[in-house]
């Protein structure tokens, strides 16, 4: 099994940024890929950013330009990087771990097994 927790969601102004962490326990060596997702009230979780095994990176065309996903391997954390937030933003962020690799696309959610219990972010205008 695989652990996940979020922290760092938060409210903030647009323009405004925050960074999210993600930090993984468990049977880690199993991941093949680590997955930022949203989900806003009323609609479908949707894939933020991916990063897999071999460094591979992938962003959803919303974000693009806006976000950086990257890892600290030492300290087994995910992290989401977000830039120039806007209201749209607002949503529930989960992170999640795949068996299959990225590749550097976005990966159905229904292809990550595990899933940590989100952080809200809330952008005002």
């Known amino acids: 099994q695989v652990q996940l927790v979020e922290s760092g969601g938060g409210s903030v102004q647009a323009g405004g940024s925050l960074r999210l962490s993600c930090g993984a326990s468990?049977?880690?060596?199993?991941?093949?890929?680590m997955g930022w997702f949203r989900q806003a009230p009323g609609k479908e979780r949707a894939g933020v950013a991916t990063?897999?095994?071999?460094?591979?990176?992938g962003y959803a065309h919303s974000v693009k330009g806006r976000v950086t996903i990257s890892e600290d391997n030492a300290k087994k954390t995910l992290y989401l990087q977000r830039n120039s937030l806007k209201p749209e933003d607002t949503a529930m962020y989960y992170c999640?771990?795949?068996?299959?690799?990225?590749?550097?696309?976005?990966?159905?959610?229904?292809?990550?097994?595990?899933w940590g219990q989100g952080t809200q972010v809330t952008v005002s205008s």
């Open positions: 468990g049977y880690i060596d199993i991941i093949a890929c």
């Open positions: 990063l897999d095994k071999f460094g591979s990176i």
């Open positions: 999640a771990a795949s068996r299959i690799y990225c590749g550097g696309g976005l990966l159905p959610a229904a292809n990550f097994a595990y």
